[in-house]
């Protein structure tokens, strides 16, 4: 892109509460912001509501929580965009619903010479989604055949709802971006990094099953190793110590089961794919718009993310990538992803002993040692080498 992104994740209820006109203003003169990442849709209270629950409220608009908060679309959704997807064109959020953050707060943007980006969180894991008619159709399936709770990336009429969210947004208002947020792990590092309940462990439907038979990969001993790595984390969570301790014991399943790690890379081609399908349909509707991802924090702290997500290769489908970078609450996370993963991959070591000194977060979650600043920094230049080696602008 020709200017840097100094943007702001916003959601409507900040415009609604505050009016556009004083937000934009505030984001400008406060912060030096020249693009708008609009939280829509979202199903997540922490992107589209007021605050969470227990959480503080901030010091400037409504002082009250939202608990019936159900969020979904907040733009109009047209439904001839919504063809070829028996979840059709469901998903207008409840609140606010004659309120169009695009038709509201894009003219006013640009007046101020900011961009607008549609920021899409698929929000996986909201049960407001499974409420949807039909979208129990559309759901992954775990190492025991039981549909769970997340939709999975292969299935057609999930991938063709989010295709038709992305064509209306683009064909109907006139956005500078799409920006698209998946935060969820592959089933490996989902076992790997800390107790996990098997219906997390995905995704072994008709769809996957079939793209893992044409990468080679046995679908049934996928299975079979998946089934095996839970009752591994299962036994580690629960206290229990292998003879050979848990790191040997589960690396003995990778050398027994290497569609372990064959069906890990296939969810993440999978996820990838989407991206790959929403930046061409983006394209293709208009050449102009441009198109990048949120990447997940856990790139902050787990190096088994940061091993799946490419930059180099993600720069091919790329305009920009937005790294989930956090500053006071890094702390507290990466503590908690440590103290985590020391209850299955490293359960033979204390968290204390998993961590390189000058990285140790504080017990209880305090705050990282050293500048947050550079750390921040230290990941957003990865990314930045990372994509310039690839074709990613900017
Ligand atoms: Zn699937």
């Known amino acids: 892109m020709a200017e840097r992104y100094v943007a702001i994740q916003v959601g409507a209820v900040s415009f609604v509460d ?3 006109g004083p937000v934009l203003d505030a984001f400008q003169e406060r912060a030096g912001v020249n693009a708008l990442f609009l939280a829509t849709p979202t199903w997540t209270r922490g992107t589209g509501g007021r605050q969470i629950p227990g959480h503080p409220l901030p010091d400037h608009g409504e002082q009250e929580y939202d608990p019936d908060w159900k969020g979904g679309n907040y733009a109009t959704v047209h439904p001839e965009f919504y063809g070829n997807t028996v979840l059709g064109a469901a998903g207008r959020a409840a609140e606010h619903p004659k309120w169009d953050i695009f038709e509201e ?13 549609a920021w899409i969180e698929e929000s996986g894991y909201a049960q ?3 409420n949807y008619p039909n979208f129990p159709k559309c759901l992954e399936v775990d190492p025991y055949n039981r549909p769970t709770l997340r939709p999975c990336f292969n299935n057609p009429d999930y991938r063709n709802w989010h295709l038709s969210i992305v064509e209306d947004y683009v064909k109907s208002y006139d956005l500078d971006g799409i920006a698209w947020c998946s935060e969820r792990p592959g089933p490996l590092n989902m076992l790997m ?8 462990v995905t995704c072994f439907c008709k769809y996957c099953r079939e793209i893992g038979g044409e990468r080679g990969i046995d679908p049934g001993r996928a299975q079979e190793g998946y089934r095996k790595v839970v009752e591994w984390n299962e036994r580690v969570a629960g206290g229990e110590r292998p003879a050979d301790g848990a790191f040997v014991t589960f690396w003995r399943l990778l050398l027994q089961y290497p569609e372990l790690l064959g069906w890990q890379t296939l ?6 794919q ?12 208009d050449p102009d718009v441009e198109v990048g991802w949120h990447v997940y924090h ?10 799946d997500q490419d930059y180099e290769e993600m720069a091919r489908f790329s305009d920009f990538i937005k790294v989930v970078t956090y500053d006071n609450c890094a702390g507290p996370r990466f503590y908690t992803w440590i103290h985590n993963i020391c209850q299955s991959l490293f359960a033979d070591a204390s968290p204390k002993r998993s961590t390189p000194d000058d990285e140790a977060p504080e017990p209880g979650g305090g705050p990282l040692p050293g500048s947050p600043q550079d750390r921040l920094l230290g990941r957003v230049r990865a990314a930045g080498d990372g994509a310039g080696r690839g074709r990613c602008r900017g």
């Open 105 to 117: 707060v894009i003219p006013e943007a640009r007046r101020r010479g900011m961009k607008s980006v």
């Open 193 to 200: 990094q800390a107790p996990t309940a098997p219906e997390l």
């Open 298 to 307: 856990n790139i902050s702290f787990s190096p088994f993310y940061r091993a």
């Open 128 to 130: 407001e989604l499974r």
């Open 274 to 285: 989407l991206y790959r399908d929403i930046y061409g349909v983006a394209k293709a509707c």
């Open 18 to 20: 505050e009016g556009v």
């Open 267 to 272: 969810w993440t081609e999978s996820q990838r």
